[in-house]
């Protein structure tokens, strides 16, 4: 069973850039038709889907956030990693990746486009 699980600092200076990782158990990021994504949750507010990594590298990202956002992967490690730049205390949010077994749609179905989630993780901007 794949399970993922979300680590990286709590608490980001404005300005700064946030990184994440998500590592991968009982799975390989590399396998064939597997979605890797990043997704966020504001407080009060929805679902934001940020990013998606494939299997084979190929990379997506929503048009709102993708002149700051970067998503990569350590196949070594089974690992994927988010980089969030010049953060402002907007991008305070739960911050979750998730496995979904197709591209995702836009706009998103969270139904179906994902169907393993990590147990997310609170990073806070903040001087």
């Known amino acids: 069973q794949v399970q993922l699980q979300e680590s990286g600092p709590g608490l980001v200076k404005p300005s700064q850039t946030l990184s994440l990782t998500c590592t991968v158990s009982?799975?390989?990021?590399?396998?064939?038709?597997?979605?890797w994504s990043w997704i966020r949750q504001p407080p009060g507010k929805g679902l934001e889907w940020m990013g998606t990594?494939?299997?084979?590298?190929?990379?997506w990202y929503s048009p709102s956030l993708k002149s700051h956002t970067s998503i990569s992967r350590d196949t070594s490690k089974n690992q994927f990693s988010l980089q969030l730049s010049s953060v402002t205390p907007e991008d305070t949010a739960v911050y979750y990746c998730?496995?979904?077994?197709?591209?995702?749609?836009?706009?998103?179905?969270?139904?179906?486009?994902?169907?393993?989630w990590g147990q997310g993780t609170q990073v806070s901007v903040s001087s």
């Open positions: 009982g799975g390989s990021i590399t396998s064939t038709s597997d979605y």
């Open positions: 990594i494939a299997y084979d590298g190929t990379t």
């Open positions: 998730a496995r979904g077994d197709r591209v995702v749609s836009i706009p998103v179905r969270w139904e179906t486009d994902f169907g393993t």
